[in-house]
Antibody
Framework: EVQLVESGGGLVQPGRSLRLSCSASGFTFEDYPMGWFRQAPGKGLEWVGFIRSRVYGGTTEYAASVQGRFNISRDDSKAIAYLQMNNLKTEDTAMYFC?????????????WGPGSLVTVSS | DIQLTQSPSSLSASVGDRVTITCRASQSISRYLNWYQQKPGKAPKLLIYSGSILQRGVPSRFSGSASGTDFTVTVSGLQPEDFATYYCQQSYSVPFTFGPGTTVDIK
Protein backbone atom coordinates (compact mmCIF):
# COMPACT_ATOMS: atom_id res chain seq x y z
CA GLU A 1 0.00 0.00 0.00
CA VAL A 2 1.33 3.39 -1.00
CA GLN A 3 1.72 5.74 1.94
CA LEU A 4 3.04 9.27 2.22
CA VAL A 5 3.46 11.07 5.53
CA GLU A 6 4.60 14.65 5.98
CA SER A 7 6.37 15.90 9.10
CA GLY A 8 8.24 18.94 10.33
CA GLY A 9 5.51 21.56 10.35
CA GLY A 10 4.90 23.99 13.16
CA LEU A 11 4.92 27.62 14.22
CA VAL A 12 7.81 29.71 12.91
CA GLN A 13 8.60 33.41 12.91
CA PRO A 14 8.77 35.41 9.69
CA GLY A 15 12.19 35.29 8.10
CA ARG A 16 13.08 31.96 9.65
CA SER A 17 13.45 28.55 8.01
CA LEU A 18 11.70 25.22 8.27
CA ARG A 19 12.20 21.86 6.60
CA LEU A 20 9.34 19.49 5.85
CA SER A 21 9.88 15.81 5.21
CA CYS A 22 7.72 13.42 3.21
CA SER A 23 8.31 9.79 4.09
CA ALA A 24 7.17 7.33 1.45
CA SER A 25 6.49 3.61 1.46
CA GLY A 26 4.76 0.97 -0.63
CA PHE A 27 6.33 1.83 -3.99
CA THR A 28 9.72 2.22 -5.66
CA PHE A 29 10.35 5.78 -4.52
CA GLU A 30 13.32 6.45 -6.78
CA ASP A 31 11.22 5.90 -9.89
CA TYR A 32 8.73 8.69 -9.22
CA PRO A 33 8.75 12.46 -9.31
CA MET A 34 7.45 13.96 -6.08
CA GLY A 35 5.43 17.11 -5.71
CA TRP A 36 4.65 19.58 -2.96
CA PHE A 37 1.43 21.54 -2.66
CA ARG A 38 -0.09 23.89 -0.13
CA GLN A 39 -3.45 25.20 0.91
CA ALA A 40 -3.83 28.38 2.90
CA PRO A 41 -6.66 28.39 5.46
CA GLY A 42 -9.99 28.54 3.66
CA LYS A 43 -8.34 28.79 0.24
CA GLY A 44 -7.76 26.57 -2.77
CA LEU A 45 -4.90 24.29 -3.71
CA GLU A 46 -1.58 25.70 -4.89
CA TRP A 47 1.24 23.78 -6.52
CA VAL A 48 4.55 24.61 -4.81
CA GLY A 49 6.99 22.58 -6.87
CA PHE A 50 8.29 19.15 -7.71
CA ILE A 51 11.44 17.12 -8.12
CA ARG A 52 12.03 14.71 -10.97
CA SER A 53 13.37 11.24 -10.45
CA ARG A 54 17.11 10.67 -10.61
CA VAL A 55 16.76 9.08 -14.03
CA TYR A 56 15.53 12.44 -15.27
CA GLY A 57 18.26 14.33 -13.47
CA GLY A 58 16.49 14.94 -10.19
CA THR A 59 15.83 18.48 -11.35
CA THR A 60 13.28 20.76 -9.75
CA GLU A 61 10.58 23.23 -10.73
CA TYR A 62 8.97 25.83 -8.49
CA ALA A 63 6.05 28.17 -8.36
CA ALA A 64 7.00 31.81 -8.80
CA SER A 65 5.72 32.56 -5.29
CA VAL A 66 8.43 30.38 -3.70
CA GLN A 67 11.20 30.47 -6.30
CA GLY A 68 14.52 31.37 -4.64
CA ARG A 69 13.21 30.73 -1.12
CA PHE A 70 12.12 27.08 -1.21
CA ASN A 71 14.19 24.09 -2.22
CA ILE A 72 13.01 20.54 -2.88
CA SER A 73 15.36 17.60 -2.56
CA ARG A 74 15.13 13.85 -2.21
CA ASP A 75 16.98 11.00 -0.56
CA ASP A 76 16.13 7.90 -2.54
CA SER A 77 18.02 5.65 -0.09
CA LYS A 78 15.61 6.72 2.66
CA ALA A 79 12.54 7.22 0.45
CA ILE A 80 12.12 10.77 1.71
CA ALA A 81 11.40 14.00 -0.12
CA TYR A 82 12.19 17.32 1.53
CA LEU A 83 10.86 20.84 1.27
CA GLN A 84 13.32 23.36 2.66
CA MET A 85 11.57 26.66 3.25
CA ASN A 86 13.71 29.75 3.86
CA ASN A 87 12.87 33.37 4.55
CA LEU A 88 9.33 32.41 5.43
CA LYS A 89 6.58 34.97 5.09
CA THR A 90 3.19 35.17 6.78
CA GLU A 91 1.59 34.34 3.44
CA ASP A 92 3.35 30.95 3.48
CA THR A 93 1.01 29.89 6.29
CA ALA A 94 -0.75 26.80 4.94
CA MET A 95 -1.24 23.08 5.11
CA TYR A 96 1.53 21.51 3.05
CA PHE A 97 0.97 18.25 1.20
CA CYS A 98 3.39 15.99 -0.60
CA UNK A 99 2.23 13.82 -3.47
CA UNK A 100 3.50 11.21 -5.87
CA UNK A 101 3.48 12.25 -9.51
CA UNK A 102 2.39 9.35 -11.71
CA UNK A 103 4.40 9.63 -14.90
CA UNK A 104 2.42 6.66 -16.27
CA UNK A 105 -0.82 8.58 -16.08
CA UNK A 106 -0.07 11.93 -17.64
CA UNK A 107 1.69 13.28 -14.56
CA UNK A 108 -1.36 13.32 -12.35
CA UNK A 109 -0.81 13.26 -8.59
CA UNK A 110 -2.24 9.96 -7.46
CA UNK A 111 -1.27 9.59 -3.80
CA TRP A 112 -1.15 12.32 -1.18
CA GLY A 113 -0.01 12.61 2.39
CA PRO A 114 -2.37 13.93 5.08
CA GLY A 115 -0.51 17.22 5.24
CA SER A 116 1.65 19.18 7.68
CA LEU A 117 0.58 22.57 8.98
CA VAL A 118 3.00 25.47 8.77
CA THR A 119 2.13 28.68 10.58
CA VAL A 120 4.30 31.73 10.03
CA SER A 121 3.66 34.33 12.68
CA SER A 122 5.53 36.56 15.09
CA ASP B 1 0.89 30.52 -16.92
CA ILE B 2 -2.17 28.50 -17.83
CA GLN B 3 -5.30 29.72 -16.06
CA LEU B 4 -8.14 27.39 -15.17
CA THR B 5 -11.64 28.62 -14.45
CA GLN B 6 -14.36 26.49 -12.92
CA SER B 7 -18.11 26.85 -12.99
CA PRO B 8 -20.12 26.97 -10.96
CA SER B 9 -18.14 28.02 -7.89
CA SER B 10 -20.69 26.23 -5.75
CA LEU B 11 -23.86 24.25 -6.14
CA SER B 12 -26.49 22.70 -3.96
CA ALA B 13 -27.81 19.29 -4.87
CA SER B 14 -29.72 16.35 -3.48
CA VAL B 15 -28.75 12.73 -3.16
CA GLY B 16 -29.41 11.04 -6.47
CA ASP B 17 -28.97 14.17 -8.56
CA ARG B 18 -26.75 14.37 -11.61
CA VAL B 19 -24.26 17.20 -11.31
CA THR B 20 -21.76 18.56 -13.80
CA ILE B 21 -18.79 20.82 -13.13
CA THR B 22 -16.92 22.57 -15.91
CA CYS B 23 -13.26 23.61 -16.10
CA ARG B 24 -11.97 25.84 -18.89
CA ALA B 25 -8.28 26.28 -19.68
CA SER B 26 -6.86 29.55 -20.97
CA GLN B 27 -5.02 27.73 -23.74
CA SER B 28 -4.75 24.25 -25.21
CA ILE B 29 -3.64 21.64 -22.68
CA SER B 30 -4.35 18.60 -24.81
CA ARG B 31 -5.72 15.90 -22.49
CA TYR B 32 -3.62 16.92 -19.46
CA LEU B 33 -6.43 17.78 -17.09
CA ASN B 34 -7.05 16.06 -13.78
CA TRP B 35 -9.90 16.22 -11.29
CA TYR B 36 -9.56 15.97 -7.53
CA GLN B 37 -12.07 15.71 -4.72
CA GLN B 38 -11.30 17.22 -1.35
CA LYS B 39 -13.23 16.94 1.87
CA PRO B 40 -12.70 19.31 4.81
CA GLY B 41 -9.49 18.61 6.69
CA LYS B 42 -8.40 15.93 4.24
CA ALA B 43 -5.92 15.64 1.42
CA PRO B 44 -7.14 15.83 -2.17
CA LYS B 45 -8.07 12.58 -3.87
CA LEU B 46 -7.45 11.96 -7.56
CA LEU B 47 -10.70 11.10 -9.35
CA ILE B 48 -9.98 11.46 -13.05
CA TYR B 49 -6.79 11.95 -15.05
CA SER B 50 -6.07 12.64 -18.69
CA GLY B 51 -9.42 14.38 -18.92
CA SER B 52 -11.56 11.25 -18.88
CA ILE B 53 -9.81 8.26 -17.32
CA LEU B 54 -11.20 7.12 -14.00
CA GLN B 55 -8.58 6.53 -11.33
CA ARG B 56 -8.53 3.01 -9.88
CA GLY B 57 -11.04 2.59 -7.10
CA VAL B 58 -13.16 5.61 -8.01
CA PRO B 59 -16.86 4.76 -8.41
CA SER B 60 -18.17 4.59 -11.95
CA ARG B 61 -20.78 7.28 -11.21
CA PHE B 62 -17.94 9.73 -11.83
CA SER B 63 -17.06 10.50 -15.42
CA GLY B 64 -14.99 13.07 -17.26
CA SER B 65 -15.02 14.50 -20.74
CA ALA B 66 -13.17 17.03 -22.82
CA SER B 67 -13.89 19.28 -25.77
CA GLY B 68 -11.10 21.59 -26.81
CA THR B 69 -10.17 23.62 -23.77
CA ASP B 70 -13.37 22.73 -21.89
CA PHE B 71 -13.43 19.82 -19.49
CA THR B 72 -16.27 18.46 -17.39
CA VAL B 73 -16.71 16.07 -14.53
CA THR B 74 -20.13 14.55 -13.98
CA VAL B 75 -21.48 12.68 -11.01
CA SER B 76 -24.44 10.54 -12.03
CA GLY B 77 -26.41 9.82 -8.94
CA LEU B 78 -24.89 11.92 -6.17
CA GLN B 79 -24.17 9.99 -2.99
CA PRO B 80 -23.81 11.41 0.54
CA GLU B 81 -20.04 10.89 0.42
CA ASP B 82 -19.76 13.01 -2.75
CA PHE B 83 -20.47 16.29 -1.00
CA ALA B 84 -17.06 17.93 -1.18
CA THR B 85 -15.00 20.46 -3.11
CA TYR B 86 -13.79 19.54 -6.58
CA TYR B 87 -10.69 20.97 -8.24
CA CYS B 88 -9.37 20.68 -11.75
CA GLN B 89 -5.62 20.79 -12.33
CA GLN B 90 -3.53 20.93 -15.49
CA SER B 91 -0.37 18.87 -15.84
CA TYR B 92 0.43 20.13 -19.34
CA SER B 93 3.07 22.63 -18.36
CA VAL B 94 4.83 24.13 -15.39
CA PRO B 95 3.65 25.86 -13.27
CA PHE B 96 0.94 23.28 -12.70
CA THR B 97 -2.20 25.17 -11.85
CA PHE B 98 -5.52 24.44 -10.21
CA GLY B 99 -8.94 25.80 -10.78
CA PRO B 100 -10.47 27.73 -7.88
CA GLY B 101 -12.69 24.82 -6.89
CA THR B 102 -16.39 23.96 -6.91
CA THR B 103 -18.11 23.16 -3.64
CA VAL B 104 -20.99 20.70 -3.81
CA ASP B 105 -23.22 20.87 -0.76
CA ILE B 106 -26.51 19.39 0.31
CA LYS B 107 -29.66 21.15 -0.80
Amino acid sequence: EVQLVESGGGLVQPGRSLRLSCSASGFTFEDYPMGWFRQAPGKGLEWVGFIRSRVYGGTTEYAASVQGRFNISRDDSKAIAYLQMNNLKTEDTAMYFCSREDYNNDYSFDYWGPGSLVTVSS
Amino acid sequence: DIQLTQSPSSLSASVGDRVTITCRASQSISRYLNWYQQKPGKAPKLLIYSGSILQRGVPSRFSGSASGTDFTVTVSGLQPEDFATYYCQQSYSVPFTFGPGTTVDIK
